[in-house]
């Protein structure tokens, strides 16, 4: 049987969701030097919107982190296997991820990229599942929030799918070892 996809979000939901985090950002960073390190490959989409969204001008970076475990769980040990190609050091730094869990990606993304100096660095998520973190992280702007369902669309996957949906869905995983 095919996995049951749930929708959670509206395109059009996003869409409000991310024109707010835009507003807030511009604000907070008008006349600063900003990087936006958006987090490969799931922050792809978000990214893209969020810049075009923006009313101050922006550095775009990408970063690509692989964590090591099952495919639908963080396990805390991550490894860069793309880093940002500008240096931070003195720049006003914004991870953005398409959504914080357990957090230890994000906190690992923070001590990573502070590393560099920068003269600030805060997280930006479109959907933040405060109900499985595992460590104290907040991050600063956080679009939606979701209970502890595994979701996919606009840029999230299970297996490389989903990634293109414009909406975002809570997929419920179907026939594991029952015969479809
Ligand atoms: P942690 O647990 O480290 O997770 O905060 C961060 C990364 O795990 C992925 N993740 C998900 N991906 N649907 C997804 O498609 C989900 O529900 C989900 N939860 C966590 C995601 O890559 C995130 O950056
Ligand atoms: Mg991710």
């Given at each position: 049987?095919?996995?049951?996809?749930?929708?959670?979000?509206?395109?059009?939901?996003?869409?409000?969701?991310?024109?707010?985090?835009?507003?807030?950002?511009?604000?907070?960073?008008?006349?600063?030097?900003?990087?936006?390190?958006?987090?490969?490959?799931?922050?792809?989409?978000?990214?893209?919107?969020?810049?075009?969204?923006?009313?101050?001008?922006?550095?775009?970076?990408?970063?690509?982190?692989?964590?090591?475990?099952?495919?639908?769980?963080?396990?805390?040990?991550?490894?860069?296997?793309?880093?940002?190609?500008?240096?931070?050091?003195?720049?006003?730094?914004?991870?953005?991820?398409d959504i914080?869990?357990?957090?230890?990606?994000?906190?690992?993304?923070?001590?990573?990229?502070?590393?560099?100096?920068?003269?600030?660095?805060?997280?930006?998520t479109l959907l933040d599942?405060?109900?499985?973190?595992?460590?104290?992280?907040?991050?600063?702007?956080?679009g939606l929030?979701v209970?502890?369902?595994?979701v996919?669309?606009?840029?999230?996957?299970?297996?490389?799918?989903?990634?293109?949906?414009?909406?975002?869905?809570?997929?419920?995983?179907?026939?594991?070892?029952?015969?479809?």
């Amino acid at each position: 049987m095919a996995d049951e996809l749930k929708l959670l979000f509206s395109a059009d939901d996003i869409r409000a969701s991310v024109a707010d985090l835009a507003g807030r950002i511009s604000a907070d960073y008008e006349g600063r030097d900003l990087i936006l390190v958006a987090v490969l490959n799931g922050a792809a989409l978000l990214a893209a919107d969020l810049v075009r969204a923006l009313a101050i001008p922006v550095t775009l970076e990408f970063l690509r982190a692989a964590s090591y475990g099952q495919s639908t769980q963080s396990t805390g040990v991550v490894q860069i296997r793309k880093d940002v190609e500008t240096p931070v050091t003195g720049r006003d730094v914004l991870i953005v991820e398409d959504i914080v869990d357990t957090g230890l990606t994000a906190q690992f993304l923070l001590d990573h990229l502070s590393a560099g100096q920068p003269r600030s660095i805060e997280v930006c998520t479109l959907l933040d599942k405060p109900s499985r973190r595992q460590i104290p992280l907040s991050p600063k702007y956080v679009g939606l929030e979701v209970g502890d369902v595994f979701v996919v669309g606009y840029g999230m996957d299970y297996n490389q799918r989903y990634r293109q949906l414009p909406g975002i869905f809570a997929l419920e995983f179907r026939g594991l070892g029952a015969g479809g």
